[in-house]
């Protein structure tokens, strides 16, 4: 046993890596609240789109017959308009051979353009009873319906029945798109048409406290006279016919230009128009009629006088001249702008929405698609490997070094000596202290001396981090395959032999082992060891069969020291070393493999900080190994083997689709709140299903316990989203730079030498 001691000094002043790795962890609980932010930013935009929708908050009741004992005779029997002055409700008819055209549900994009071509055609104006979700999806349409002279009014946000609702839900509604209306034409209005009402003689008891509480709040409640029941698609004719007064009766006449089919009423508009006017009638809207009845009542006339100024308010408005129909208030300040505001958000969620969900289906596919691709692979993987006839060649019995890098290791570095003093291949370890302050080299010297271990070397440098430690071992090895493995695993006895033995093909330049989860017994490490057995071993049988290898574990590894020196050795670059050099072999064109039956025990992370701090450092490393070696994707020949397969899949499983991944449960937990549980709980239980069989096969090749399958639901729902999170905040990480140094994770030695392995 050997060793190796930097001279001391002065304490050294901090380099500048290290003052920007100081720099990037002061950044990082920055980047952990905008991850969450984002996560919190789309599950906002899916609310604000399931309420426009009427997924969230919708309310399909509708009241019948709830009688109409408190509701005035003079209002039951009165007209289609009802005004509150001074407390007093006030009725307005529609003057005779005067037709108030309304229309209701919009705006539609398919039918509403259609409905105000129409009208634009024929010169008749029309009031439109607006939704507000509709307005802040379609707000051009509305700007084009009020520019051309229309009127526009209220009919709730979300088309609910106001008697069911409170007074804050009242509010709410009627604010809402009072505010759409500002945001889309920058107006608002004083009219409201409640949704499911007809006529004024069907205010029943409940829906008559809600008119008049608006009523006193400014509204004009309107009503109907003539139905025309398009929304039953009659057919043309008796639309034209059910929407047609008697004698020469006014009317406050109700078609719908949205909530369904409306291509009967496209169709019996025009010959509408064309019978009424052909019977002496002239259009306005419900503005024109009030005025009407203001005009007849200041110059002394009867209520059935005729109307002119439905006729003068008629012109002036198509002509352009005067934008503002009486109804209408130019909106400003604070409403304007809330308005505006409320068009965009909605904007985003039209847009956003409907992209998350092509983007959830192109994930759904493409984590089905790997479920397949690693059963397949793995399971050919394991038939040929397993084959009797198969070998790597001669058995290779050739000593090896084993390289182990320690920084503050004391819990572990006497365990991690005295599972390699087992080991039945013959080896030379070389410990690399890397500036360690708790006397790890000084336990490893002792734990060496107390085995009897005359093959052991300690060497000491200062603090530089993993890569340089590794790099230190390699040139310290005195044999021609090297050995990495972490200073808190343990080997199993056969474990080096097992792993070197594909040395014998001469193509082979580095080969993985198995890693095992050792503290399992906590519920977050057997999340982890489901983990290690599903996503990581198994994912190595599929890339060892496709031969693009993307990852050596830093917890077991072998490399041939020829490769090590050719590539450069262990670079710095990034926070992934091991993936770094895989890629450069790979690179370089040596061939990496997957060894199943070198096994080590490594030492999780037992804190939910500690696994956060492990894989971000993983995944953000990841990235950077791939876009340092990006140019991988255009190498000719063997060489280029892993840009063009491994470097896609990489990309692809473990960057973009578990980045998007959070979209499925973002989806599910929405589906099953505001759409249908049933279903949605299936589809989650499917996908799980798919999952179970997956760990299941994974497990059955490791020869691993099916007891730890039963954390897995609780790991879908907790454990997985955490990993969701740390890629996400990687992700940010990589697009607004920073890096970090070898990190320490705390470590209790709980992890010994196995000693019956399952």
């Known amino acids: 046993m050997t060793t190796t001691t930097p001279s001391r000094g002065r304490r050294r002043a901090p380099t500048r890596i290290e003052r920007a790795a100081g720099k990037a962890a002061a950044l990082q609980k920055p980047r952990v609240i905008l991850a969450l932010l984002l996560l919190l930013g789309l599950t906002s935009v899916m609310l604000l789109d399931g309420y426009l929708r009427a997924e969230v908050g919708g309310d399909e009741r509708v009241r019948d017959g709830a009688g109409s004992s408190k509701v005035p005779d003079k209002i039951l029997n009165g007209g289609p308009i009802i005004s509150f002055r001074g407390g007093q409700a006030t009725t307005t008819s529609v003057p005779a051979r005067t037709i108030a055209l309304t229309f209701d549900d919009g705006p539609n994009p398919t039918y509403t353009p259609q409905v105000l071509k129409i009208l634009e055609k024929y010169d008749v104006p029309a009031t439109f009873f607006l939704v507000g979700s509709m307005v802040s999806r379609y707000p051009g349409i509305v700007k084009d319906m009020v520019d051309q002279g229309n009127e526009v009014g209220i009919h709730t946000f979300t088309h609910v029945d106001l008697s069911y609702q409170s007074d804050a839900r009242i509010r709410r509604e009627m604010t809402q798109t009072q505010l759409a209306l500002a945001g889309a034409a920058g107006i608002t209005t004083t009219l409201f048409r409640a949704p499911y009402s007809s006529e004024t003689d069907a205010i029943d008891n409940y829906s008559w406290p809600v008119y008049k509480k608006l009523g006193e709040e400014g509204y004009t409640s309107v009503f109907v006279d003539t139905d025309s029941d398009d929304w039953k698609k009659p057919g043309v004719s008796k639309i034209v016919k059910w929407a047609t007064p008697s004698g020469t009766s006014g009317a406050s006449v109700l078609m719908h230009d949205a909530g369904g089919d409306r291509e009967q009423t496209v169709k019996a508009l025009p010959e509408y128009i064309e019978k009424m006017r052909a019977k002496g009638y002239t259009f306005t809207t419900i503005s024109g009629v009030i005025e009407a009845q203001n005009t007849a009542a200041r110059a002394g006339q009867q209520?059935?006088?005729?109307?002119?100024?439905?006729?003068?308010?008629?012109?002036?408005?198509?002509?352009?001249?005067?934008?503002?129909?009486?109804?209408?208030?130019?909106?400003?300040?604070?409403?304007?702008?809330?308005?505006?505001?409320?068009?965009?958000?909605?904007a985003v969620a039209e847009y956003t929405v409907p992209t998350l969900s092509v983007g959830l289906v192109i994930v759904g596919v493409a984590v089905m698609g790997r479920f397949g691709m690693m059963l397949i692979l793995a399971r050919r993987h394991y038939r040929l490997r397993n084959k009797r006839r198969f070998s790597w060649g001669p058995t290779v019995t050739r000593p090896v070094t084993v390289i182990v890098p320690a920084y503050n290791e004391k819990e572990c570095i006497a365990n991690t000596l005295q599972s390699l003093a087992k080991s039945t291949h013959p080896i030379e370890i070389v410990v690399v202290d890397d500036g360690s302050t708790d006397g790890t080299s000084e336990i490893a010297r002792e734990a060496a001396r107390s085995l009897g271990m005359t093959n052991v070397r300690v060497i000491r440098q200062e603090n530089a981090g993993k890569p340089a430690a590794l790099n230190n071992g390699v040139r310290s090895a005195s044999h021609d395959i090297v050995v990495m493995m972490d200073g808190d695993t343990v080997f199993e006895p056969d474990t080096v032999r097992q792993l070197v033995q594909p040395f014998a093909n001469p193509e082979v330049g580095a080969v993985a082992g198995n890693a095992k989860v050792g503290n399992r017994d906590t519920v977050i490490g057997a999340w982890q060891h489901i983990e290690y057995v599903m996503g990581f071993n198994l994912d190595r049988r599929m890339y060892d069969l496709l031969r693009c290898m993307p990852t050596i574990p830093g917890a077991i590894g072998a490399f041939r020291r020829e490769a090590v020196l050719q590539v450069g050795g262990m670079s710095e670059d990034t926070l992934a070393e091991d993936t770094d050099i895989t890629i450069a072999m790979h690179r370089a064109g040596w061939r990496v493999v997957y060894q199943e039956h070198a096994r080590a025990w490594t030492e999780a992370p037992g804190s939910l900080k500690q696994l956060w701090s492990q894989r971000y450092r993983w995944s953000y490393g990841t990235m950077q190994a791939l876009w340092k070696h990006r140019k991988s994707l255009t190498d000719k020949g063997p060489s280029g083997r892993f840009g063009r397969v491994g470097m896609p899949l990489v990309v692809i499983f473990q960057i973009v689709t578990p980045v998007f991944a959070p979209l499925i449960d973002v989806f599910t937990a929405y589906s099953m709140i505001f759409v249908d549980f049933q279903a949605a709980l299936y589809a989650w239980l499917a996908v799980l299903g798919v999952q179970l069989v997956c760990a299941a096969y994974a497990f059955k090749l490791d020869k691993e316990k099916y007891r730890y399958l039963l954390m897995m639901p609780l790991q879908q729902l907790a454990y997985r989203q955490m990993m969701y999170l740390v890629l996400i905040h990687s992700c940010i990480t990589a697009l607004t730079g920073g890096r970090l140094r070898w990190q320490k994770l705390k470590r209790t030695g709980e992890v010994g030498t196995p000693a019956g392995v399952n």
């Open 303 to 346: 209520a059935n006088a005729p109307a002119g100024a439905g006729g003068q308010l008629q012109g002036g408005n198509r002509n352009g001249t005067d934008r503002l129909q009486a109804a209408h208030r130019e909106a400003t300040g604070t409403t304007l702008y809330e308005g505006k505001a409320l068009v965009v958000a909605v």
